[in-house]
């Protein structure tokens, strides 16, 4: 029988967009209102790359009734249910071990500026899936919100969030204090993830897009013409702030220096990828017209050992049959359950080619590429 580890689940919650309703609403005065939250979610980084004067009012990007607060599709996912009925589903689909984001307040930390409100945030936010999951851990293992800007506050909230059982934390990819996160002063993070047996997690919300002026395309938000293109150029640009990561934890020598380290990728996208690490084998040759390759394994090698990365069928991942057959190293499952872009049969959303792919190759999707993840940290997640 097939262990299946499903690698990015969720948790919603009634409040989530509206924060003053919830368990943080300590925290309501420190963020936004909720439809500036909203915009900043889906669109902040295009509306931030924008001049402040040709920015949209967030009012007019959701086209909502008057009165209402949050689009109706999201209405809908937001409802606070049982771990008891998510690992009954989870037996009923065939699931054994699910990592578990929280929802997107758990992105939202960046727009707290305090130092100290921000650092207790964080905390809170984790707080909420740990209280809700108290119990469950052992088959729902929630991933932890870690804020890169204290590295001995990350740390140690890495450990505390472990001791809970959590086994995956989640950053954002861009520089902090000046420095990328490949500097040797992020190594503390990289090595306490291995020790703690925890795996580092670039989910859509935490991989800002870069625009620049090329956001500043004269934008006319009195055009209701204009809300749709808009908010797809915003979510256009997630996997590249994720390929500069990578890039900068292999050519910075981060995976040579901790070997045993997995990067997991969720909701990026994954056509990308082919694409990707053949650019890598090639850089990375021996020898060539940038010098001789100084590392003990291909560039290639390297994104096969480290990285992992989940297809999103449901989002319009178009290839992920052959992507599981050509990186089966890599290419891991996910359910996104219960988010629109997944599925409540997410195996079965991957017949009938799944089944007629090798037997080994469909195992290590399933489950056995992130098995091998854990257990070479020396902490399995299934025993």
Avoid at 32 to 59: N, V
Avoid at 127 to 142: A, F, I, K, N, Q
Avoid at 174 to 187: A, K, R
Wanted: hydrophobic share 40%; charged share 20%.
């Amino acid at each position: 029988m097939c262990q299946v580890i499903d690698v990015d689940s969720h948790w919603t919650f009634a409040w989530e967009f509206e924060p003053s309703k919830g368990p943080l609403a300590k925290f309501a005065d420190d963020l936004p209102r909720t439809q500036d939250l909203l915009a900043w979610f889906f669109a902040g980084d295009l509306i931030e790359a924008l001049p402040e004067q040709a920015r949209p009012d967030p009012s007019c990007l959701f086209g909502l009734p008057a009165g209402e607060e949050i689009p109706e599709h999201w209405r809908k996912l937001q409802q606070t249910g049982k771990p008891a009925d998510r690992i009954e589903w989870m037996d009923r689909v065939g699931i054994e071990f699910s990592l578990v984001n929280p929802g997107g307040y758990g992105s939202t930390f960046p727009l707290i500026r305090d130092p100290d409100k921000r650092a207790e945030f964080v905390r809170a936010n984790n707080d909420v899936l740990l209280e809700v999951l108290d119990g469950y851990t052992d088959r729902c293992s929630p991933i932890s919100v870690i804020d890169l800007v204290d590295l001995d506050a990350a740390i140690a909230e890495m450990t505390r969030m472990r001791g809970f059982g959590s086994r995956a934390f989640s950053i954002r990819t861009e520089p902090v204090g000046g420095l990328s996160l490949c500097h040797p002063h992020f190594d503390p993070v990289w090595s306490a993830a291995v020790d703690l047996g925890m795996v580092v997690n670039l989910h859509v919300g935490n991989v800002p897009g870069w625009f620049g002026d090329w956001a500043n395309l004269g934008w006319d938000f009195g055009n209701a013409d204009s809300i749709g293109p808009f908010l797809r150029m915003a979510n256009t640009q997630r996997h590249h702030s994720a390929e500069q990561f990578l890039n900068a934890m292999l050519y910075g020598g981060a995976f040579v220096r901790h070997p045993k380290l997995t990067i997991l990728m969720s909701e990026i996208w994954a056509g990308w990828l082919p694409n990707f690490v053949r650019q890598t084998e090639v850089f990375c040759a021996k020898r060539g017209p940038w010098g001789d390759w100084p590392f003990a394994l291909s560039g290639g090698d390297y994104l096969r050992r480290h990285v992992r990365l989940t297809p999103l069928p449901g989002l319009g991942d178009w290839n992920t049959l052959d992507l599981i057959r050509d990186y089966p190293e890599m290419v891991v499952f996910s359910s996104d359950y219960p988010h629109t872009e997944g599925n409540a049969d997410p195996i079965e959303l991957y017949q009938p080619g799944l089944g007629e792919l090798d037997e080994p190759v469909r195992k290590a999707f399933l489950g056995g590429t992130m098995a091998d993840c854990y257990a070479r940290m020396g902490d399995p997640v299934i025993h």
